[in-house]
């Protein structure tokens, strides 16, 4: 189960602590938040892969949780592309 903490937030800085994940979840968010023109700064850190957790950090010119949401709204549409792909049809 993942659980996510909050550390700081200020409009146009975010930086969040996740338990339960590593580099699964966070390199395609990452890789979508850095082609996003509105990102000053992106990074994520794992402690340990075995502890699974992780320091996320985002510097935007706008608010930083309105460019997380345009980017997981762009990973599920890469996945869904990749699920019609490999299965067929439309998803």
């Known amino acids: 189960m993942i659980s996510l903490d909050i550390v700081r937030y200020d409009g146009k800085y975010l930086e969040v602590r996740v338990k339960g994940e590593t580099y699964t979840l966070f390199v395609p968010l990452v890789n979508a938040l850095s082609k996003d023109p509105d990102v000053e700064y992106i990074s994520f ?43 067929g049809g439309a998803v």
């Open 45 to 87: 850190d794992v402690d340990h892969p075995l502890t699974e957790n992780v320091t996320f950090r985002l510097k935007a010119r706008v608010d930083p949780l309105a460019v997380v949401e345009r980017a997981v709204a762009k990973v599920v549409e890469e996945l869904r592309s990749i699920e019609g792909q490999l299965f």
